[in-house]
């Protein structure tokens, strides 16, 4: 889960929006999947919590952040690939933002391999 300490605002240009979360968002909680995708990518259990703009799936989400807002912020299906001790991996993951009082307050992750 990523938690948003400050609201934001789903209205705001997608440049804001990105320096928002790089800005406020962070991971909250996670699951065992979510560590092991961080041990691929060589990221350390120490640093895991923070969003990180180079992370794929920080990546794809950004990708999609568009049409987020238009969709409530509901985003299910979306695909990626990396490369991790000698083979490809694909995720398949999703998003589900929590809207409270207009305002972008939490993002829920799930992803399948």
Request: glycine fraction near 8%; hydrophobic fraction near 45%; charge should be neutral.
């Amino acid at each position: 889960m990523l938690n948003c300490p400050q609201p934001m605002d789903p209205n705001l240009p997608m440049g804001d929006q990105i320096a928002w979360l790089q800005a406020h968002a962070y991971i909250a909680e996670s699951n065992l999947s979510y560590l092991r995708l961080n041990r691929h990518m060589g990221v350390p259990e120490a640093d895991a919590r923070q969003w990180r703009s180079d992370a794929p799936w920080v990546r794809t989400f950004i990708d999609h952040l568009g049409a987020a807002p238009h969709q409530g912020y509901l985003m299910d299906g979306l695909q990626f690939t990396m490369a991790a001790e000698s083979q490809q991996l694909t995720y398949i993951m999703g998003f589900r933002g929590v809207i409270e009082q207009g305002k972008l307050v939490r993002l829920w992750a799930w992803r399948a391999t």
